[in-house]
């Protein structure tokens, strides 16, 4: 893996590994990709200014989320479907969190059951919820989250609806899935994927499903009439706040917060901590990015509440960024599951490997030897 020398290295590797359908829902965004596009933008200009000859050679970069030590401020996002990424997606990638000694958060739709991820890896497990329509059913997976260890609940909230992505229609990738002579010419030119991911999966466990489904409503992914009961609920509000609240014996972190109004309200539900989110650019086009609206909510709430912020960390500098932007962690979600396709757990122990070294360069030449001093070197020109 020493070969990949930053996160787009390992991107080109997954871009060539995975069949364009798959690398396209990993790597794109939403309708007309405006978010995605200014994601870059908006991260690039933000500057950081170095404090001159300080001693920085005993840097640190640990830290400690909800009262647990970890050796950086990172956590692997939640991502649907990393399953297909490379084969026993899901374990590889909590191998690599383990490695690093972060959490890793499991999606609702991953193909792998949490207590098989809790098993295979060992790693620290945090478990996110989309809520399903029947409350009684997510409540019970929520009991099997709890069972399996799982430290943290991640209540996504900014998915109310399934977003609107063009090109996974396209691409035959869209739910249900419908091959086309594309989608199937597209899948046989990648044959290592088609062996070493699909094949594998198909003689070990048969036809991938979305694992956390009951039962009864646990069809192939990419079906549909998966059963009304566990479709996404459109009337999630603070009241199921409130009942998670009592229900869930463990963190309860609120993913997609973006005013700080809600950051205050979240306060006041009991929730410990929340992730200021764009959701890698991937749900509504015309959001603020999560570096724009940081600091408010930071003002508004950093105090009573452990801030994460995620989307579009493709450098440590970027993490850094975030952090001096009041983040107290940074969640990240393309850049490992470009190194989990690139070459399985090795491959995201890589690019978790990377955003740590180049967050430790970009402190040394801030002249920085802690996280908790980005702050102020974040370029106010006032404070100059
Ligand atoms: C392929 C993919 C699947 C995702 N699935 C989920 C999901 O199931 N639940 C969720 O809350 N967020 C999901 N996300 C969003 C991530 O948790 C995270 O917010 C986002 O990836 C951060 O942006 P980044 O990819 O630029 O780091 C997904 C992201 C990707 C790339």
Known sequence: MSEILN???????????????????????TEDEVS????????????LAP????????????????????????????TAVAGLMGHDGEV????????????FCVSTQSMTTIERIAEGSGARLWFQLYVWKNRA??????????????EALVLTIDTAVSPNREYNKRNGFGIPIQ??????????????????????????????????YPDEFRTPIGRTAVG???????????????????????????????????????????????????????????????????????????????ILADSGVRRGSDVAKYLALGADGVLTGRAPLYGLAAGGSAGAIRVLE?????????????????????PETLLDPARL
């Open 92 to 103: 590889e990638m909590a191998k690599a969190a383990k490695a690093h000694g972060i959490p």
């Open 7 to 29: 996160v787009e290295d390992a991107r080109r590797r997954a871009r060539a590994f995975l069949p364009r359908g798959l690398f396209e829902y990993l790597d794109r965004g």
């Open 354 to 374: 990377i955003l740590r070294a180049e967050l430790d360069t970009t402190m040394a030449l801030l002249g920085l030897t802690r996280l908790e001093q980005l």
């Open 36 to 47: 995605l596009r200014g994601s870059r933008a908006v991260l690039e200009a933000i500057r």
């Open 228 to 306: 009304d009961e566990i479709s996404l609920a459109t009337d999630v509000s603070w009241k199921d706040v409130e009942i998670l609240r009592k229900h869930w014996r463990g963190r309860l972190i609120l993913k997609g917060v973006l005013r700080p109004a809600d950051a205050v309200k979240a306060v006041e539900h009991g929730v410990d901590g929340i992730v200021v989110s764009t959701h890698g650019s991937r749900n509504l086009d015309c959001l603020p990015h999560t570096a724009q609206v940081l600091p408010s909510i930071v003002a508004a709430a950093g105090k009573r509440l452990t």
């Open 137 to 150: 059913r997510s409540m019970a997976l929520l009991d099997r989250a709890m069972g399996a260890g799982a």
């Open 51 to 78: 404090q001159a000859l300080v001693d920085v050679s005993q840097r640190r970069q640990d830290t400690s989320l909800f009262g647990v030590a970890q050796p950086t401020p990172l956590v692997i996002a939640p």
């Open 179 to 212: 091959p086309t002579l594309r989608s199937t010419l597209d899948v046989l030119a990648h044959p290592r994927w088609l062996v070493n991911v699909f094949a594998r999966t198909l003689l070990k466990d048969g036809m991938p499903v979305f694992a956390h």
